[in-house]
């Protein structure tokens, strides 16, 4: 399957790897972009959370 302009800013992607995050963003009815954004915000949230439970355990 061959990147469209839209997945080309997967530069560090192997071809696999962009196949698969195009897949799933199918899956979910979501664009590329939109996937990643949601997917990195997730992490976000989870790093953001972590680091307020180390703050009260200070």
Known sequence: MKANNKVSMLIYATNEQR???????????????KFMIECVME????????????DKND
Request: hydrophobic share 35%; aromatic share 0%.
């Open 19 to 33: 196949d698969r995050i195009k897949e799933a963003a199918a899956k979910m009815n979501l664009s590329v972009s």
């Open 43 to 54: 992490q976000v949230s989870s790093i953001e959370e972590l680091t307020k439970r180390n």
